[in-house]
């Protein structure tokens, strides 16, 4: 079979070198013009699972009370905030603001009723022009700042508590379009899960999932050019004030641009550094720019076959090009250092014989290795974050791209080429390389037992690991995204938005107040639609109060707003006496669309016995644990007041963010599960031997152990990035261990000697597996210089997994292989 595979490889690419590439890159050329439509995307769905029941939850309820789509801007005055120059900058800035394309309105402290501060009387609500706000109105500064440290619908979300920041509140239009799409396809995608779609709906689903995406790129591409219009108005206005811009919209915008800089800055760093390094291992042009080619050839037709159908790249797989990159390149490496070995052998034979027999005795490690990586990646598939999952897929298909490239391009290449002069058989007589094996050989028992003493140390931090993170800790500080959620996390109410929902029984019994019934024109209208003011019953308003009075109290809450928030507005309208039954449900009658979007519709719906909490929670205490929150609030609205377990829902992104890191500790577990059950199966196929398979497992579990306990040590929690270093790790180590083994087992039966052999398999593949180790921690490397902090981290502790994993393959492995001779016994001398 091996005979018959390299007779007809031998034909087909050694035999025709430039019909080979001409028509690999024919092929290639095919992917390269799709690369323009190579899209990214930061959706909000890179946060959340992929069939989360919360997700269909909380899209119900955004749809009934309302879409959270707001950029918000933290506008800190260089001069007394309501000083006349001020406000009239801000007027100005609101004005241009609300001129933007995309913006439905703009909200200030210029705009807001002012409840407390102006002689307004309860009836009052019904007309609308009675109702002043700071801008129609000549409020002194004291009764103003007042209004807005006093009332609880302002207080601490449109003004600081030291009265020196204000929000300005952008709403952005909804696209109709976009959310019947969106809700269609979501259930349609949710009837496939059941597999309840029938042939029509399939068709159907496909139609929408493609108008869905082609509407939501535009949709990303649309607020991408809002936030950049809001930020030139905001730089027009930066010599009045300090200025920063926060909100899901500005940070999806700036998480494109963050993957568009680590794609253009890692690609390039990548190379840069690859090139330096092939510079300095192999000292000769044709081999570097050889490797280059096949690397940048690979990464190329991938991005091609990423636009053509149309599988977009997210912050998670925004390092595929240097995966690629890096990938590629260990192929490479192993190809040039076996054919200067085989060189070095046979220097009378024919370039074609050469390049052939390189492929020979080297095809077969280089195909495991891919295998095994494939299984590392595809190991991703258990995680149910869609971005995580892609990125598994997206590398098993670059993995398969790599490969195949390596061993057409290459062999082509160099069989166009003339022989070089080679000193690779000097190099072979004493490589550096040989220091590893002295080591192993006078200090092997040593050498295990600080390998047991590492596994033991990071059992200990792997034991430490946690999950729960903040947000606003995947940036730099130095970014505006950083340094607007902080802002507004400690100065206006909290970044992270967190609703609670409480289904309430139906009152049916109207109103006992006998005193209306002949005064009240609209007595008759109230009764026929008692149902729908099930909120005037006192008894659940002081339900919702009691609610609302212990969300505040918690530290971790920032803005809180519900009924009970619009009661004590309209208590203190009403000289401080709380609404009763009927006024509160004539209050929803009688009140102007705006004050009821206001003060009413957010937190209750008139069809549904079901009210809202909208909050958003403090993230500035790195010790805070959102499930441990969660579980409070739900033990004391049971316990404390006897809500039932169904009747209470959490919502919103903090929920959906929550699930998905509650996902990845289980996650985490299922991919190192399959990558060494996967790796496991692959090392007794490849070696034949499970006893030997065995052996080989070791080496590459400590470098992951070694990275998890770590990270545990050190505080780092996992996240939707870090959760891919582990399966990642152990693919792309295992590599070395599989090169290392297969030549071990060729060169044992040359004298039967394993401290013999461990010499000449340093020598020679373990030059190669050290130059590929150090090319990859290098390329790694790059990734330090990412915007997004979970970037880092995987290229920092990537790259420490690579040097422990080049230590154990080139000092634990052979000690091993010395210390159980699973390759049978030694010859006696």
Same mark, same amino acid.
């Given at each position: 079979?091996?005979?018959?595979?390299?007779?007809?490889?031998?034909?087909?690419?050694?035999?025709?070198?430039?019909?080979?590439?001409?028509?690999?890159?024919?092929?290639?050329?095919?992917?390269?013009?799709?690369?323009?439509?190579?899209?990214?995307?930061?959706? !909000?769905?890179?946060?959340?699972?992929?069939?989360?029941?919360?997700?269909?939850?909380?899209?119900?309820?955004?749809?009934?009370?309302?879409?959270?789509?707001?950029?918000?801007?933290?506008?800190?005055?260089?001069?007394?905030?309501?000083?006349? @120059?001020?406000?009239?900058?801000?007027?100005?800035?609101?004005?241009?603001?609300?001129?933007?394309?995309?913006?439905?309105?703009?909200?200030?402290?210029?705009?807001?009723?002012?409840?407390?501060?102006?002689?307004?009387?309860?009836?009052?609500?019904?007309?609308?022009?009675?109702?002043?706000?700071?801008?129609?109105?000549?409020?002194?500064?004291?009764?103003?700042?007042?209004?807005?440290?006093?009332?609880?619908?302002?207080?601490?979300?449109?003004?600081?508590?030291?009265?020196?920041?204000?929000?300005?509140?952008?709403?952005?239009?909804? &696209?109709?379009?976009?959310?019947?799409?969106?809700?269609?396809?979501?259930?349609?995608?949710?009837?496939?899960?059941?597999?309840?779609?029938?042939?029509?709906?399939?068709?159907?689903?496909?139609?929408?999932?493609?108008?869905?995406?082609?509407?939501?790129?535009?949709?990303?591409? &649309?607020?991408?050019?809002?936030?950049?219009?809001?930020?030139?108005?905001?730089?027009?206005?930066?010599?009045? @004030?300090?200025?920063?811009?926060?909100?899901?919209?500005?940070?999806?915008?700036?998480?494109?641009?963050?993957?568009?800089?680590?794609?253009?800055?890692?690609?390039?760093?990548?190379?840069?550094?690859?090139?330096?390094?092939?510079?300095?291992?192999?000292?000769?042009?044709?081999?570097?720019?050889?490797?280059?080619?096949?690397?940048?050839? *690979?990464?190329?037709?991938?991005?091609?076959?990423?636009?053509?159908?149309?599988?977009?790249?997210?912050?998670?797989?925004?390092?595929?090009?240097?995966? $690629?990159?890096?990938?590629? +390149?260990?192929?490479?490496?192993?190809?040039?250092?076996?054919?200067?070995?085989?060189?070095?052998?046979?220097?009378?034979?024919?370039?074609?014989?050469?390049?052939?027999?390189?492929?020979?005795?080297?095809?077969?490690?280089?195909?495991?290795?891919?295998?095994?990586?494939?299984?590392?990646?595809?190991?991703?598939?258990?995680?149910?974050?869609?971005?995580?999952?892609?990125?598994?897929?997206?590398?098993?298909?670059?993995?398969?791209?790599?490969?195949?490239?390596?061993?057409?391009?290459?062999? *082509?290449?160099?069989?166009?080429?003339?022989?070089?002069?080679?000193?690779?058989?000097?190099?072979?007589?004493?490589?550096?390389?040989?220091?590893?094996?002295?080591?192993?050989?006078?200090?092997?028992?040593?050498?295990?037992?600080?390998?047991?003493?590492?596994?033991?140390?990071?059992?200990?931090?792997?034991?430490?690991?946690?999950?729960?993170?903040?947000?606003?800790?995947?940036?730099?500080?130095?970014?505006?995204?950083? =340094?607007?959620?902080?802002?507004?996390?400690?100065?206006?109410?909290?970044?992270?938005?967190?609703?609670?929902?409480?289904?309430?029984?139906?009152?049916?019994?109207?109103?006992?107040?006998?005193?209306?019934?002949?005064?009240?024109?609209?007595?008759?209208?109230?009764?026929?639609?008692?149902?729908?003011?099930?909120?005037?019953?006192?008894?659940?308003?002081? =339900?919702?109060?009691?609610?609302?009075?212990?969300?505040?109290?918690?530290?971790?809450?920032?803005?809180?707003?519900?009924?009970?928030?619009?009661?004590?507005?309209?208590?203190?309208?009403?000289?401080?006496?709380?609404?009763?039954?009927?006024?509160?449900?004539? $209050?929803?009658?009688?009140?102007?669309?705006?004050?009821?979007?206001?003060?009413?519709?957010?937190?209750?719906?008139?069809?549904?016995?079901?009210?809202?909490?909208?909050?958003?929670?403090?993230?500035?205490?790195?010790?805070?644990?959102?499930?441990?929150?969660?579980?409070?609030?739900?033990?004391?609205?049971?316990?404390?007041? !006897?809500?039932?377990?169904? =009747?209470?829902?959490?919502?919103?992104?903090?929920?959906?963010?929550?699930? %998905?890191?509650?996902?990845?500790?289980?996650?985490?577990?299922?991919?190192?599960?399959?990558?060494?059950?996967?790796? $496991?199966?692959?090392?007794?196929?490849?070696?034949?031997?499970?006893?030997?398979?065995?052996?080989?497992?070791?080496? &590459?579990?400590?470098?992951?152990?070694?990275?998890?306990?770590?990270?545990?040590?050190?505080?780092?929690?996992?996240?939707?990035?870090?959760?891919?270093?582990?399966?990642?790790?152990?693919?792309?180590?295992?590599?070395?261990?599989?090169?290392?083994?297969?030549?071990? =087992?060729?060169?044992?039966?040359?004298?039967?000697?394993?401290?013999?052999? %461990?010499?000449?398999?340093?020598?020679?593949?373990?030059?190669? %597996?050290?130059?590929?180790?150090?090319?990859?921690?290098?390329?790694?490397?790059?990734?330090?210089?990412?915007?997004?902090?979970?970037?880092?981290?995987?290229?920092?502790?990537?790259?420490?997994?690579?040097?422990?994993?080049?230590?154990?393959?080139? +000092?634990?492995?052979?000690?091993?292989?010395?210390?159980?001779?699973?390759? !049978?016994?030694?010859?006696?001398?």
């Amino acid at each position: 079979m091996k005979a018959f595979f390299l007779r007809t490889y031998d034909r087909l690419i050694l035999a025709r070198p430039i019909t080979s590439l001409l028509m690999t890159l024919a092929v290639v050329g095919f992917f390269v013009i799709q690369i323009p439509h190579f899209k990214l995307d930061a959706s !909000g769905d890179s946060l959340v699972l992929e069939n989360d029941q919360d997700l269909r939850y909380f899209r119900q309820i955004t749809e009934r009370y309302g879409s959270n789509n707001i950029l918000i801007i933290a506008y800190s005055p260089k001069d007394d905030l309501f000083s006349p @120059a001020v406000l009239t900058d801000l007027k100005e800035f609101r004005d241009e603001l609300k001129k933007l394309d995309g913006v439905h309105s703009v909200t200030t402290i210029l705009d807001v009723p002012l409840f407390y501060s102006s002689d307004i009387r309860l009836e009052d609500l019904a007309e609308e022009e009675k109702i002043k706000t700071l801008e129609n109105s000549s409020l002194d500064r004291d009764k103003a700042l007042a209004e807005f440290n006093d009332n609880p619908l302002y207080r601490g979300r449109l003004l600081s508590s030291d009265g020196k920041t204000s929000a300005i509140l952008l709403s952005l239009e909804v &696209n109709r379009e976009y959310q019947d799409l969106l809700t269609r396809r979501y259930e349609l995608r949710e009837k496939r899960y059941d597999t309840l779609l029938s042939p029509a709906e399939t068709d159907e689903l496909q139609t929408v999932s493609k108008e869905y995406r082609a509407l939501l790129a535009e949709l990303i591409n &649309n607020q991408k050019s809002l936030v950049a219009d809001v930020r030139d108005v905001m730089d027009r206005h930066r010599d009045q @004030a300090s200025i920063f811009l926060g909100g899901l919209p500005m940070i999806v915008a700036d998480m494109i641009g963050f993957i568009k800089k680590d794609l253009l800055i890692f690609g390039l760093g990548v190379i840069l550094f690859l090139i330096i390094t092939l510079t300095l291992i192999f000292r000769e042009l044709r081999w570097v720019l050889l490797s280059v080619f096949c690397c940048l050839i *690979a990464v190329l037709t991938m991005m091609g076959y990423l636009g053509a159908v149309d599988w977009r790249i997210t912050v998670i797989s925004s390092n595929f090009i240097s995966l $690629m990159l890096i990938l590629t +390149m260990s192929l490479t490496i192993h190809l040039i250092q076996r054919y200067l070995e085989v060189h070095a052998q046979s220097p009378e034979k024919d370039q074609r014989s050469l390049v052939l027999e390189t492929v020979r005795t080297i095809w077969l490690p280089c195909l495991y290795t891919t295998l095994t990586t494939i299984v590392a990646f595809i190991s991703l598939v258990v995680s149910d974050i869609r971005p995580v999952i892609d990125f598994g897929m997206m590398m098993v298909i670059g993995l398969i791209v790599a490969f195949t490239l390596a061993f057409v391009l290459f062999p *082509a290449t160099v069989a166009l080429l003339k022989k070089s002069p080679t000193n690779a058989a000097k190099n072979l007589s004493n490589p550096f390389t040989h220091v590893f094996a002295r080591l192993t050989e006078r200090y092997g028992v040593l050498i295990i037992v600080i390998s047991l003493a590492l596994t033991v140390f990071s059992g200990v931090g792997i034991n430490m690991l946690r999950v729960d993170n903040r947000f606003i800790d995947y940036f730099r500080q130095d970014t505006e995204i950083y =340094q607007g959620m902080s802002l507004i996390d400690k100065k206006l109410g909290g970044t992270t938005p967190l609703d609670i929902i409480i289904d309430f029984k139906p009152v049916m019994d109207a109103p006992e107040d006998d005193e209306y019934e002949e005064d009240d024109p609209f007595a008759d209208e109230f009764e026929d639609k008692l149902i729908s003011y099930w909120f005037a019953d006192l008894y659940t308003v002081e =339900q919702i109060e009691k609610v609302h009075v212990f969300l505040e109290s918690l530290s971790e809450t920032g803005e809180v707003l519900s009924l009970a928030t619009t009661g004590q507005v309209a208590a203190h309208i009403n000289n401080d006496v709380p609404l009763d039954n009927y006024e509160l449900a004539l $209050m929803y009658k009688k009140s102007p669309p705006t004050l009821k979007n206001l003060l009413l519709k957010p937190y209750i719906s008139e069809d549904i016995t079901q009210a809202r909490f909208a909050m958003r929670i403090v993230e500035s205490d790195k010790n805070m644990s959102r499930t441990a929150l969660l579980d409070r609030i739900r033990i004391a609205l049971v316990n404390q007041m !006897g809500f039932t377990e169904d =009747q209470i829902h959490f919502t919103n992104m903090y929920v959906l963010y929550n699930n %998905m890191l509650l996902s990845l500790f289980h996650s985490q577990i299922l991919t190192i599960g399959m990558v060494f059950l996967g790796i $496991m199966l692959m090392f007794t196929l490849l070696f034949r031997s499970f006893y030997l398979a065995a052996i080989a497992v070791f080496p &590459n579990a400590l470098p992951v152990f070694m990275v998890l306990g770590t990270m545990g040590w050190l505080g780092i929690s996992l996240d939707m990035m870090t959760i891919t270093i582990a399966s990642i790790t152990i693919g792309i180590a295992v590599d070395n261990t599989i090169h290392y083994i297969h030549r071990f =087992q060729r060169e044992f039966p040359k004298d039967r000697n394993y401290i013999a052999t %461990m010499y000449r398999c340093h020598g020679s593949i373990g030059k190669a %597996m050290y130059y590929t180790s150090i090319t990859i921690t290098i390329g790694f490397s790059i990734l330090v210089f990412s915007s997004f902090v979970p970037t880092i981290y995987f290229g920092l502790f990537t790259g420490l997994a690579m040097i422990v994993a080049l230590l154990t393959d080139l +000092m634990l492995l052979p000690k091993l292989l010395i210390l159980f001779k699973p390759l !049978g016994p030694e010859e006696s001398l």
